[in-house]
């Protein structure tokens, strides 16, 4: 406990003295502590005035009563604003509002509005007609603030005929800001950045080309769906990669159309996969960065080198014929033009770059046996010497615990154990479509019969000990992993012989 506490219990304790000496204690013991404790705080307020005297203030050169809060700098009835001119260091630009349809509208003066995008030049004028400010600036003249030498500057003209001017200046020292003066008043304000940003164009900011057009439906309903480009005549790619047109067409064979609708008939015939991307092109249109031009005579396609494309794709439906280039600028984006389009875009690399950097056999599908068994009468292996004929009926009746009744040699073979070889049969894919000479002696060959008297063969011929080379109708097309082919010789084999097999893959 304290002396202070203990000089109070002490007079508290001893009522049997005197009052005179009551009165004497305390005086004697508190007076220097009191004393003492005025000393103690003397101190201390005055070590905090030299704290406070010694810290530095914050330097403010542009201090004033209205620092940190919003000012509304300038406020005009954009209803009653007429005309608007900006300049900037990419030139003057003239806005001048136009009736269309009794309804007012914005307009870029020497383009033509059809390729402007009404929402851009909107932001233009509302950014000229309403401006808040940071804060005022008090202890700077113009020429310190660069009002003076201001290379962005707009002039808006009212019905009225008044003129407002806004002029820009330079960057705050400490980052804050950018300096900007109004013509009819002597104040300088402090402004955000982006409020000078706004006025910092060129024309091909107010292009209306976010997005080259997808295929228009008028006069083609038979090749869309819900609105939408769901099927072609044909459909070619040429271009860097593609020196040799690569060309897709609808695939005609009944066998398997429903599960390959595409075929490719240059530079080789194959079963086509993957185009999906190709055909989002003209169904969907692709997603454009903006233009490059507003203009698409020849030589400014040649200028950005679009009269020889990095990638060229044609769609054809019926008569009509629609068409999109593109061409790798020195920007990383693709400059791109469309048949079906109004500028020459830009269109960022990734959007492209799949397709422009692929080569044919990105599409060529790697499936070799897409038959549905429905449609087979029978299926044949033929390996080692042997075939092995396996006939297939389907079972109409709907309380059967198999849909087909499958035959060899005379004899019913279990259902599920062939649909799981067939199965497997259908898993088969191409991993390698080069071709070269094979051991023919070596040969394993699928048969599909077709219940209207189509036959298709699949020759596995032995290329190496990893690999065989297959072909359909005799036409070599690529390599299968010879562990696959083994397998379903394998497997055939113990179907054969009345075994039960489960699924293969």
């Known amino acids: 406990m304290s002396d202070f506490f203990d000089d109070e219990n002490l007079v508290s304790q001893e009522d049997n003295k005197s009052s005179e000496e009551k009165k004497i204690i305390p005086k004697k013991k508190l007076l220097p502590k009191l004393i003492a404790g005025f000393l103690c705080v003397a101190i201390l307020v005055g070590g905090l005035f030299a704290v406070i005297k010694f810290i530095p203030e914050k330097e403010d050169e542009d201090n004033t009563s209205s620092a940190f809060k919003t000012i509304e700098a300038l406020k005009l009835d954009e209803d009653k604003v007429k005309f608007l001119s900006v300049t900037n260091e990419n030139g003057t630009f003239s806005f001048s509002k136009i009736t269309d349809n009794d309804t007012a509208k914005w307009i870029l003066e ?47 003209v009212s019905e009225d005929s008044s003129v407002e001017k806004i002029i820009f200046g330079d960057q705050s020292p400490d980052n804050s800001g950018c300096y900007l003066k109004l013509s009819g008043s002597n104040e300088i304000y402090l402004v955000e950045d982006s409020v000078k940003t706004a006025f910092e164009f060129d024309s091909l900011f107010f292009a209306a080309a976010d997005m080259i057009p997808a295929v228009s439906s008028e006069g083609l309903d038979g090749y869309f769906t819900d609105g939408k480009l769901s099927k072609f005549d044909s459909l070619t790619v040429t271009g860097k990669n593609y020196a040799t047109p690569l060309v897709f067409v609808p695939n005609t064979d009944k066998s398997f159309s429903e599960y390959i609708p595409y075929k490719i008939t240059s530079p080789e015939d194959h079963y086509a996969d993957n185009m999906d991307s190709i055909l989002a092109v003209f169904a969907d249109g692709i997603s454009a960065g903006g233009a490059y031009s507003y203009d698409t005579t020849a030589s400014e396609i040649a200028k950005f080198g679009l009269n020889s494309p990095d990638l060229k794709l044609t769609v054809k439906l019926g008569t009509k014929s629609f068409t999109n280039s593109f061409k790798l600028q020195d920007d990383g984006n693709y400059a791109g033009i469309s048949s079906n389009g109004k500028f020459i875009y830009k269109v960022s690399n990734s ?95 699928l048969t599909f019969k077709f219940k209207d008297g189509d036959i298709i063969t699949v020759d596995f011929e032995k290329f190496n000990d990893t690999k065989y080379q297959y072909s359909m109708n005799g036409k070599p097309i690529g390599k299968v992993q010879s562990s696959k082919i083994n397998k379903l010789v394998k497997y055939t084999k113990k179907l ?3 075994e039960k097999i489960t699924e293969l893959n």
């Open 110 to 156: 020497g383009i033509n509005a059809d390729l402007l995008s009404d929402d851009k030049i909107s932001s233009v004028v509302n950014s000229a007609t309403s401006i808040d400010a940071i804060r005022k600036i008090t202890e700077k003249t113009e020429e310190q603030c660069g009002i003076n030498t201001s290379k962005i500057y707009a002039e808006i």
């Open 351 to 445: 959007s492209i770059s799949e397709i422009a950097n692929g080569d044919a056999t990105k599409y060529y599908s790697s499936n070799i046996c897409l038959f549905s068994i429905d449609k087979l009468d029978s299926f044949v292996i033929t390996a080692e010497g042997k075939s092995y004929d396996f006939g297939i009926k389907k079972i109409e009746d709907e309380d059967s615990k198999d849909p087909y009744e499958i035959t060899y040699e005379g004899k019913s073979i279990d259902c599920s154990s062939f649909q799981s070889l067939y199965q497997y049969v259908v898993s088969l894919s191409c991993f390698d479509f080069t071709t070269g000479d094979t051991d023919k002696s070596n040969t394993v060959t």
């Open 496 to 498: 054969a012989n009345g």
